[in-house]
C-alpha cells in the first residue's frame, strides 16, 4: 500500500490528508487565523499514530506554496522539506493554492467555463489571481493586481470564479458574464493532494518552492 500525506497552513486553517493507495483515508481540518505552525505538526503526529503508521511509511508528501499568509507559507514548506531531508525515499511535491481551488471544477465539469479564474484574498486592496483556460491550464502567471486590471483581462467571456477572495471581489458588479460561483475559505486539502498525487505519476517533480507574489507586510520598530 502507498501512502500520501498533504498538508496545508497558507490560509485560515490548519488542513491535513492521509492517502492510501490513493484513496482519502482520513484527515485533519481547523479553521484558524493565527497558530498553524504550531498545530501542524502534533497533529500530523496524532494523524499517523491513529492509523499505527511512521513517517518512512509515507510515499508521497505534498505541500500547498501558496500564495498565502508569509508566515503560513513558510512554516509549511519548511515542515516538508524537513520531513524530506529525514525520509529520502520520500517524494515531496509542492501545489499550488490556485491547483487546489482549480482541482475542485473536475468533479463538476459542467460549472467550466472559457475562463476561470481564481481569486485569493490579500487582505488589502488588492487581489492574487490566475487565470485558467476551459481544460483548467493556465493561460498567465499567478499575480497580485487591483480588481478593474483583473476585470480587463476578462471581458467578453464566460467566467468561473473560485477562491476565497470571490466574495469581496463581486462586492460590486463586474459588467462580466458569469458562469459559476464558487467561492470557499481555503482549498479543499484533498484536491491539493489529489493534485499532487497527478503529477508524481506524470513525472512532474516540483520541489516547493514559497509561491510569494509580494513582499511581506513589515514595520520597523522605532
Not at 147 to 154: F, G, S, T, V
Request: proline letters at 5%.
Amino acid at each position: 500500500m502507498k501512502y500520501t500525506l498533504a498538508f496545508d497552513t497558507t490560509a485560515a486553517a490548519c488542513s491535513i490528508a492521509l492517502f492510501a493507495d490513493e484513496k482519502y483515508s482520513d484527515g485533519f481540518v481547523k479553521e484558524m487565523d493565527f497558530g498553524q505552525a504550531e498545530t501542524l505538526i502534533p497533529e500530523i503526529d496524532k494523524l499517523l499514530k491513529k492509523h499505527q503508521l511512521t513517517f518512512q511509511e509515507i510515499d508521497l508528501l505534498v505541500v500547498c506554496t501558496g500564495p498565502g499568509s508569509f508566515t503560513g507559507v513558510r512554516s509549511g514548506i519548511s515542515a516538508a522539506r524537513a520531513f524530506g531531508l529525514a525520509c529520502p525515499h520520500m517524494e515531496v511535491l509542492g501545489i499550488t493554492a490556485f491547483e487546489g481551488y482549480t482541482h475542485a471544477l473536475t468533479y463538476s465539469p459542467e460549472e467550466i467555463a472559457e475562463r476561470n479564474v481564481v481569486i485569493i484574498e490579500t487582505k488589502r486592496e488588492d487581489f492574487y489571481f490566475q487565470i485558467f483556460d476551459k481544460h483548467l491550464q493556465p493561460i498567465c502567471p499567478a499575480s497580485a493586481a487591483n480588481r478593474e486590471d483583473i476585470i480587463k483581462e476578462l471581458r467578453d467571456k464566460k467566467v468561473t470564479f473560485l477562491g476565497d477572495g470571490v466574495e469581496r471581489f463581486l462586492a460590486t458588479s463586474t459588467g462580466l458574464s458569469l458562469h459559476a460561483i464558487k467561492s470557499a475559505h481555503f482549498p479543499d486539502i484533498k484536491d491539493i493532494a489529489l493534485c499532487g498525487i497527478y503529477k508524481y505519476h506524470k513525472k512532474e517533480h516540483n520541489y516547493p518552492k514559497p509561491l510569494y507574489l509580494r513582499a511581506p507586510d513589515v514595520c520597523v520598530k522605532k
